[in-house]
């Protein structure tokens, strides 16, 4: 069966234990990851209750990437919740647990202590700052950090339907201050906020310094974004073929009703 993106980023970490990019692109996976937290009992109104183990290493709850992977583990059915990571090692965070990640035959089987999970949470709170401010000069974006380069690929993959399309530029401005820029042009405006989160937590993955890249979305015709097109760099943006799904029904799964762990 094929590898999961967990899988291979945890191999990928495991060839080369010394580099702290492939650390950090393996916690990023497992927060980006859609995953299946095993419950102590049905969830009631989005309330959950995880099964929790006591190990040795500690407290910990177990999670899969794969529903098959669960059912594997388990010798009959049993509750769970589907949720992504990133909402998981929240909820998790401050409570002494910590995660036991696709345990069983799977190349990723791993515990992840609480300071693990705290970290990745920590990880995941904040966003970026709105900024109005206006370059005084834009020019091509040179020798880009390899490390953004990767962080920011699968982020900008997931969301391509929601980008026409996406540019980068080297900005100056008056206050001498020199940034990476990335403009997103066509993002629908009640989406920018958690698009701008996604890039700046890919941003913090990348080892790249904080305050390093901007995100701005020019309108499409306006002056700012011909001056962009002008002196920056285009985007390759994969496109995903469209999925027809149901409704989200499974707990965790509608981004609009968070669970609540207990």
Do not use: C
């Not at 970490?13 to 580099?19: F, V």
């Not at 391509?160 to 201050?177: G, K, P, Q, W, Y």
């Not at 996604?198 to 974004?225: K, Y």
Request: avoid cysteine; charged fraction near 25%.
């Amino acid at each position: 069966m094929n590898d999961t993106p967990i899988d291979g980023a945890h191999r990928a970490m495991e060839a080369s234990p010394d580099n702290p990019r492939a650390r950090l692109r393996f916690h990023e996976r497992v927060m980006d990851s859609e995953l299946f937290l095993l419950l102590e009992a049905e969830p009631d109104d989005d309330r959950l209750i995880p099964q929790v183990f006591e190990l040795d290493e500690g407290r910990f709850v177990l999670a899969f990437d794969r529903d098959d992977r669960l059912a594997d583990f388990l010798d009959a059915p049993a509750p769970y919740a589907a949720l992504t990571g990133r909402r998981l090692v929240a909820l998790l965070a401050g409570r002494g647990l910590g995660m036991g990640l696709n345990l069983g035959p799977a190349p990723s089987a791993t515990l992840l202590p609480v300071d693990a999970v705290m970290w990745m949470a920590g990880m995941g709170e904040g966003g970026p700052e709105a900024a109005d401010a206006t370059p005084r000069r834009l020019g091509p974006p040179g020798d880009v950090p390899e490390g953004l380069v990767s962080a920011l690929g699968p982020k900008l993959a997931a969301m391509s339907t929601r980008i026409a399309s996406a540019h980068l530029v080297a900005a100056e401005f008056v206050d001498d201050r020199s940034v990476l820029v990335l403009a997103l042009v066509g993002v629908p405006s009640e989406a920018r906020q958690a698009v701008a989160a996604a890039i700046s937590e890919a941003v913090r993955f990348s080892g790249m310094e904080e305050g390093g890249l901007d995100v701005t979305f020019p309108e499409e015709g306006s002056p700012s974004l011909a001056r962009i097109r002008a002196a920056g760099l285009m985007l390759d943006l994969p496109r995903a073929e469209p999925v027809t799904r149901a409704a989200p029904t499974a707990p965790g799964s509608d981004p609009a009703r968070p669970p609540i762990l207990r």
